[in-house]
């Protein structure tokens, strides 16, 4: 593998396993400055990534098939989607002060509890158009001093959360759609402060939207709709804000 110029991922056989890209290795062998860029090719790659420097990491969703790897070799590669997948292991981690993920499919796919699509440790990372699972846990933890933009994001199959807040954490969450967890789509404590905005969060196995346990949250223009049990949830000891929200079609509680 070798990365150009412009910060484009290029991929190379490797004669004893074939074709091959090492996010860790290519975060971490110390060519990238931060603040550089990594446009990722479509294939699957199975491994955690762990970023901790200022990077932007792009799924180059624009390339044709042709383009992404010799004819012999496509059997081997996923088409439309660059899918990053961990087993046992968090799937994404990110620990620096800014960053951004686009057009990435991030799927944790089981092996054990307490394990997430996204583990948001501190900064502002910027989620966008992305595809979140996690077949263990929360789809997407934002903690600690993590304030993290989340924006136009299919978030599902959730183990337990969708979405889940906590350690004062804060957070801009908009337009995305937000179904077929476990536990909430948006689960909100111990003095995190997220504003919420214009996302569906629906179909959920449990509750639409939990704030509890010092919970704080700016709700503006959601639609929450049709999840097993309540709509919203609001314990005490929470103090969130609801305006101009649509809830409906919840089995028992709105």
Same mark, same amino acid.
């Given at each position: 593998?070798?990365?150009?110029?412009?910060?484009?991922?290029?991929?190379?056989?490797?004669?004893?396993?074939?074709?091959?890209?090492?996010?860790?290795?290519?975060?971490?062998?110390?060519?990238?400055?931060?603040?550089?860029?990594?446009?990722? *090719?479509?294939?699957?790659?199975?491994?955690?990534?762990?970023?901790?420097?200022?990077?932007?990491?792009?799924?180059?969703?624009? *390339?044709?098939?042709?383009?992404?790897?010799?004819?012999?070799?496509?059997?081997?590669?996923?088409?439309?989607?660059?899918?990053?997948?961990?087993?046992?292991?968090?799937?994404?981690?990110? @620990?620096?002060?800014?960053?951004?993920?686009?057009?990435? @499919?991030?799927?944790?796919?089981?092996?054990?509890?307490?394990?997430?699509?996204?583990?948001? *440790?501190?900064?502002?990372?910027?989620?966008?158009?992305?595809?979140?699972?996690?077949?263990?846990?929360?789809?997407?933890?934002?903690?600690?001093?993590?304030?993290?933009?989340?924006?136009? @994001?299919?978030?599902?199959?959730?183990?337990?959360?969708?979405?889940?807040?906590?350690?004062?954490?804060?957070?801009?969450?908009?337009?995305?759609?937000?179904?077929?967890?476990?536990?909430?789509?948006?689960?909100?404590?111990?003095?995190?402060?997220?504003?919420?905005?214009?996302?569906?969060?629906?179909?959920? @196995?449990?509750?639409?939207?939990?704030?509890?346990?010092?919970?704080?949250?700016?709700?503006?223009?959601?639609?929450?709709?049709?999840?097993?049990?309540?709509?919203?949830?609001?314990?005490?000891?929470?103090?969130?804000?609801? *305006?101009?929200?649509?809830?409906?079609?919840?089995?028992?509680?709105?």
């Amino acid at each position: 593998e070798s990365l150009g110029n412009a910060g484009r991922v290029v991929r190379r056989p490797d004669p004893q396993e074939g074709w091959f890209l090492s996010f860790h290795h290519r975060c971490h062998r110390g060519r990238l400055s931060p603040g550089s860029q990594i446009l990722v *090719q479509p294939s699957t790659y199975d491994e955690q990534l762990f970023i901790d420097k200022d990077l932007e990491i792009i799924g180059d969703l624009t *390339q044709s098939l042709n383009e992404v790897t010799p004819a012999i070799n496509r059997s081997e590669v996923t088409q439309d989607k660059v899918i990053i997948k961990s087993a046992s292991k968090t799937a994404v981690v990110f @620990n620096a002060a800014t960053g951004r993920l686009k057009n990435l @499919n991030i799927a944790q796919i089981g092996g054990g509890p307490g394990f997430f699509g996204i583990d948001i *440790q501190s900064g502002k990372l910027t989620v966008e158009q992305c595809d979140v699972t996690s077949k263990s846990a929360a789809c997407v933890y934002i903690h600690g001093s993590a304030d993290p933009t989340i924006v136009q @994001n299919k978030i599902s199959e959730g183990g337990a959360e969708g979405i889940l807040l906590d350690e004062d954490a804060k957070g801009s969450i908009t337009d995305n759609r937000i179904w077929n967890n476990a536990a909430a789509g948006i689960d909100i404590s111990g003095g995190a402060y997220p504003t919420v905005t214009k996302n569906r969060i629906h179909d959920g @196995n449990l509750i639409g939207a939990y704030i509890h346990d010092q919970g704080r949250a700016n709700f503006m223009d959601n639609e929450i709709f049709a999840n097993k049990t309540i709509g919203v949830k609001v314990s005490t000891g929470a103090d969130p804000l609801f *305006q101009k929200n649509r809830i409906h079609d919840e089995p028992e509680i709105g």
